[in-house]
């Protein structure tokens, strides 16, 4: 068994995700390799605490992560900080040549990402990885089985997209995602987006203009000090976008990002049409995916498949019983381990977002604001 020695910048939602699916990680049964949390670093010393307290692995807690980056027992960081401190912290953590797992959206913008890219290439021994769980929930799996088989046929339509509703209450008092400092013009497309695009991109839908639409639906929120802050950045997105399919031929791919989507406390899905098959999947019905083969002159029907347990890294969980966020979270952390352990992923649809598609998706978020601004279709 080969252990990997990480340090976590940012101990908030995510580093404390983490934190608790290393914890677990005997609940997987035939990884040969599994991470050892050693340092921890939040600017705010609350927030290490649930570390201190859970977490005895944990020697070094600090609220610099400069002197995190500096232990030599840190073989690998994840960094799960604000959009506006992805470039300075991600850069800095390469350059001390530390593999990196780096929160979505890989930078608050363009430029950001630029940086991070460019230590990347400087960096070559050092292995990175954007996060993201989305592709991990076993119906997502069985897609991109179906993808691997060829079961689509020529694609004739592709849907993928994440949705949030619980900025509808405009009494829900601002925070850093509705920062343009902290969280970037992209706004929801950075914050949800990479999610949305993680299959399409390991898909090889490559998208080759958008035309896009974004809202602001609420303008201003409670400050949390008796008064009213403006929302700086878009609510919600929808991304039309051509792709060609692996017969080159051209089909629409719309990409939705939506914090304003009433219903949908959290809901991911995925919707591929074919000529020869199709399916589709929402984290509404979390354990189904519904699927439909088609041969010429045949009957055109649905069939609805419960996927129960079936992972990409197997665990102890019985097949029978159905996954959740927290399971996709520890499959993801799995995929990268194999990676650092193995040198590539286990396969396909078991790996973590790339660089290069962390890339993409900025190329396409910054088409799509370019689309917004002039109202029209933008060539990426
Ligand atoms: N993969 C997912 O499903 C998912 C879900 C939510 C958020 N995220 C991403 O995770 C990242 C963090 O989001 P979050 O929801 O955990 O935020 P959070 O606000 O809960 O946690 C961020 C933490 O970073 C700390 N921090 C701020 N500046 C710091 C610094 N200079 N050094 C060290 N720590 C610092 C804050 O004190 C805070 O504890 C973002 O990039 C976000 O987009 C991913």
């Not at 340090?7 to 050892?36: K, Q, V, Y």
């Not at 797992?101 to 460019?118: R, S």
């Not at 497309?189 to 090889?204: E, K, Q, V």
Request: neutral net charge; hydrophobic residues 40%.
């Amino acid at each position: 068994m080969k252990t990997v020695k990480f340090g976590i910048i940012g101990c908030g939602l995510m580093g404390r995700e983490f934190g608790s699916a290393a914890l677990r990680w005997c609940h997987l049964t035939d990884l040969d390799a599994r991470p050892e949390i050693v340092a921890v670093c939040d600017a705010n010393a609350a927030m290490s605490g649930w570390f201190r307290t859970h977490c005895p692995t944990v020697r070094q807690v600090t609220a610099d992560y400069r002197e995190l980056l500096r232990n030599p027992e840190v073989e690998a960081v994840y960094v799960a900080v604000p959009h506006n401190l992805h470039a300075e912290i991600y850069c800095a953590a390469i350059a001390a040549g530390k593999h990196l797992m780096g929160e979505k959206p890989f930078g608050i913008d363009q430029a950001a990402n630029d940086a991070i890219m460019a230590a990347i290439r400087a960096h070559p021994g050092v292995v990175v990885r954007c996060s993201s769980e989305s592709i991990f929930f076993p119906a997502v799996q069985r897609i991109g089985q179906m993808i691997e088989s060829g079961a689509f046929g020529q694609i004739i339509q592709v849907e993928s997209g994440f949705l949030h509703c619980s900025d509808l209450d405009p009494g829900k008092p601002i925070n850093w995602k509705r920062m343009l400092k902290l969280n970037g013009e992209y706004g929801s497309m950075g914050d949800l987006g990479m999610h949305a695009c993680h299959f399409p991109f390991r898909a090889g839908w490559k998208p080759k203009t958008v035309r896009a639409v974004l809202s602001k639906i609420v303008a201003e929120r409670p400050d949390g000090k008796g008064g009213m802050a403006p929302c700086e950045t878009w609510d919600n997105a929808t991304l039309l976008c051509t792709a060609d399919d692996a017969g080159g031929h051209e089909f629409p791919m719309t990409i939705k990002t939506f914090r304003i989507a009433p219903g949908h406390k959290n809901s991911w899905y995925l919707e591929v049409y074919g000529t020869r098959g199709s399916a589709k999947w929402t984290s509404k019905q979390i354990n189904t995916v519904e699927i439909m083969s088609y041969q010429p002159g045949a009957e055109q029907a649905w069939q609805v498949l419960d996927m129960g347990h079936e992972m990409a890294f197997k665990s102890l969980t019985g097949v029978n019983f159905e996954a959740g966020f927290s399971d996709s979270i520890l499959q993801m952390w799995a995929a990268f381990l194999y990676e650092l352990a193995h040198g590539k992923p286990k396969s396909r649809f078991a790996g973590c977002v790339t660089p290069g598609e962390a890339a993409m998706s900025h190329a396409l978020f910054t088409a799509a604001l370019e689309s917004q601004r002039h109202q029209s279709t933008v060539a990426l």
